[in-house]
């Protein structure tokens, strides 16, 4: 749970380069590796992200630096959501 309060810190500033293992490991709790406490944590940093205007900056970035497909697949999904 420490990793993902300290997330939830960092990912508030997008003007930075994301930080791309702690995003994988954000969004592999969510995925279900964590508790039940830490999935929903997960849940509202990655809602978070989503909502903040300037995530889309950081697309490129997470495609080039992450493995996790479901990390890829939270990247891209942003695209598709903006209109």
């Known amino acids: 749970m420490t990793s993902l309060v300290m997330a939830a810190e960092k990912f508030r500033d997008l003007s930075q380069a994301i930080d791309v293992p702690l995003l994988d490991a954000t969004v592999a709790a969510f995925y ?18 989503q ?6 900056l950081q697309v490129v970035h997470i495609l080039q630096n992450t493995k ?13 959501n903006r209109k």
């Open 51 to 56: 909502s903040n205007p300037d995530m889309w």
């Open 32 to 49: 279900g590796t964590g508790s039940k406490e830490e999935r929903a944590a997960a849940d509202r940093i990655l809602q978070d992200l």
């Open 68 to 80: 996790n497909l479901n990390t890829k697949f939270f990247a891209l999904q942003h695209c598709s």
